[in-house]
Nanobody
Framework: QVQLVEFGGGLVQAGGSLRLSCAASGRSFSSVAMGWFRQAPGNQRDLVAG???????NYADSVKGRFTISRDKTKNTVYIQMNSLKPEDTSLYYC???????????????WGQGTQATVSS
């Protein structure tokens, strides 16, 4: 049984921070890429940040300088630290894993169920 489960969503004021965690289980995910996507109602699901198996990160332009993706392979967990949050960051955030990775959904094969982050103005 292989799955991803997200934790850490919640409600914060603009300018605040959230740290989301994604716990993988069933097998090691150390050799695959991991990513965070988000989707607000009525919008498409877009990449927020991705990280390769070697630790190379990439970010959407809208979050560069504010968000940081990291992974702890010993814990089989990936994180995203979200600082200086804005109301437009309000979304359902999904964790994903895949051999190819990248900025598109088709680079990922396994998806979590999502965790809600809401930023008030």
């Amino acid at each position: 049984q292989v799955q991803l489960v997200e934790f850490g969503g919640g409600l914060v004021q603009a300018g605040g921070s959230l740290r989301l965690s994604c716990a993988a289980s069933g097998r090691s995910f150390s050799s695959v890429a991991m990513g965070w996507f988000r989707q607000a109602p009525g919008n498409q699901r877009d990449l927020v940040a991705g990280i390769t198996s070697g630790g190379v990160a990439n970010y959407a332009d809208s979050v560069k300088g504010r968000f940081t993706i990291s992974r702890d392979k010993t814990k089989n967990t990936v994180y995203i630290q979200m600082n200086s949050l804005k109301p437009e960051d309000t979304s359902l955030y999904y964790c994903a894993a895949g051999r190819r990775g990248g900025c598109a959904e088709d680079g990922y094969d396994i998806w979590g169920q999502g965790t809600q982050a809401t930023v008030s103005s």
